[in-house]
């Protein structure tokens, strides 16, 4: 009798690029370009409300993070009701698609990060800027977005490690050419794959684990001490 029960052998980790190699590329690639969408969106959104105040700023505040608190589920239904079938614009089954879904449910991330930090912030120096002929985008990307970097990378760590393990709205998104490896970790537990989907598990933890780690270790902080949602 071995030390591990039946099925849980290393051979399930040599043997993931193997059977794994597509949905690695696709978890990471989704993953990594939402984040980036995420942070240029939440951080410019966060701008504006903070800095400009327009007079739909509490509409757009709670626009923003409305999704947050939805059920992934949710998401994945109103998008795809809205780009299948009759749609002018039909996306079901690409990568554009959970993409969007990803950006919905975690720009609010980011967004109350850098809402936060620019909330601390004194606004001499985008004052000085503007005083001195800049317009408003240029203000915000070399004046701002300096200052508010640390805010922007803790949200955006935050917005990539949860996007790495995400399921409830790419469950139903997803195709054969889409798939993600938290999707096939799903897969493989309905099968009775459990040294496999403890494999593919692992994996995706100790990938996280490295991401926080050395974030933390950049920042010289947690993302707790960060991050706040209020």
């Avoid at 400009?52 to 939805?70: E, H, N, Y």
């Avoid at 919905?104 to 800027?129: C, H, M």
């Avoid at 054969?176 to 938290?182: E, I, K, Y």
């Avoid at 493989?188 to 990938?207: M, R």
Wanted: positive net charge; without cysteine.
């Amino acid at each position: 009798v071995g030390l591990l029960p039946e099925g849980f052998t290393f051979a399930n980790y040599i043997r993931i690029p193997r059977y794994s190699g597509s949905e690695l590329f696709n978890t990471f690639y989704l993953s990594i370009l939402a984040t980036v969408l995420a942070a240029i969106l939440g951080s410019l959104i966060a701008y504006i409300t903070e800095r400009k105040k327009p007079k739909g700023a509490a509409l757009l505040d709670l626009s923003i993070m409305a999704p947050f608190i939805l059920p992934g589920t949710v998401v994945s239904v109103a998008l795809l009701s809205a780009f299948s079938g009759s749609s002018a614009i039909r996306l079901t089954g690409t990568y554009t698609i959970i993409v969007i879904s990803y950006m919905i449910r975690r720009t609010p991330y980011v967004y109350r990060s850098v809402a936060a930090s620019l909330s601390q912030l004194n606004p001499s120096l985008e004052e000085a800027s503007t005083i001195a002929g800049a317009n408003w985008f240029y203000t915000f990307r070399r004046v701002s977005v300096p200052l508010i970097m640390p805010a922007i990378i803790s949200g955006s760590i935050l917005t990539l490690t949860t996007l790495l393990q995400e399921l409830s709205t790419t469950i139903l998104l997803y195709s054969s050419r889409t798939r993600t490896v938290p999707v096939q970790i799903y897969g493989a537990v309905a099968d009775g794959k459990l040294g496999e989907a403890s494999a593919l598990s692992v994996v995706l933890l100790v990938v996280v684990f490295i991401i926080v780690y050395l974030m933390n270790h950049k920042q010289g902080k947690s993302i707790a001490s960060s991050f706040k949602m209020g």
